[in-house]
């Protein structure tokens, strides 16, 4: 009969408690670069794709959008592995249902970390591109109500 060794039940349990209070710190602070971006007044979609160092890691998506879930409108982070990849071209395909980055598994968590500055960066980039879009429309509707109500008709 096999011999149970005690030593790997109590290295379990300490290693289970280590893993959680990460697990928790981890989520703690994925919610807190997400609640960064979630107080920006001009709010926009942003997506990234990370591609890993080694080939046995497929890339993940991760977008910074409109939970569609939220009845309040909430933003977030929502992140996805691609499920096939062409490393030679660089495609990657994604048509697994993304999931919230704060509800995401914890291998999935720990790998989004790393997109997490690209992220950052591709919002910078699509709130640039949208106040370049903005400026003009903007103008142009002002000069449009600036004519109406020097006729009287605002």
Same mark, same amino acid.
């Given at each position: ?29 994925? *919610? /807190? ?12 979609? @942003? ?6 160092? =080694?080939?046995?890691? $497929?890339?993940?998506?991760? *977008?910074? *959008?409109? =939970? $569609?879930?939220?009845?309040?409108? %909430? ?7 691609? %499920? ?7 495609? @990657? ?11 995401? /598994? ?19 980039? @699509? ?12 103008? %142009?509707?002002? %000069? ?11």
């Amino acid at each position: 009969m096999a011999h149970f060794d005690e030593r790997i039940l109590n290295e379990i349990d300490e290693l289970g408690k280590q893993t959680g209070a990460l697990a928790d710190r981890l989520g703690t602070l994925i *919610r /807190n670069a997400e609640q960064h971006l979630q107080r920006l007044p001009g709010k926009v979609e @942003a997506q990234y794709v990370h591609w890993f160092d =080694n080939k046995k890691t $497929p890339p993940i998506r991760i *977008r910074f *959008r409109r =939970n $569609p879930r939220s009845a309040s409108a %909430s933003w977030g982070f929502f992140v996805e592995q691609a %499920s096939s990849v062409n490393y030679i071209a660089k495609v @990657a395909q994604f048509d697994v249902a993304e999931t919230s980055l704060v509800e995401a /598994n914890l291998p999935l968590k720990v790998l989004a970390v790393e997109a997490i500055p690209g992220i950052f960066a591709a919002v910078r980039d @699509a709130q640039r591109s949208m106040s370049e879009r903005l400026l003009p429309a903007v103008k %142009s509707l002002e %000069s449009m109500v600036y004519a109406l109500e020097t006729k009287g008709g605002v």
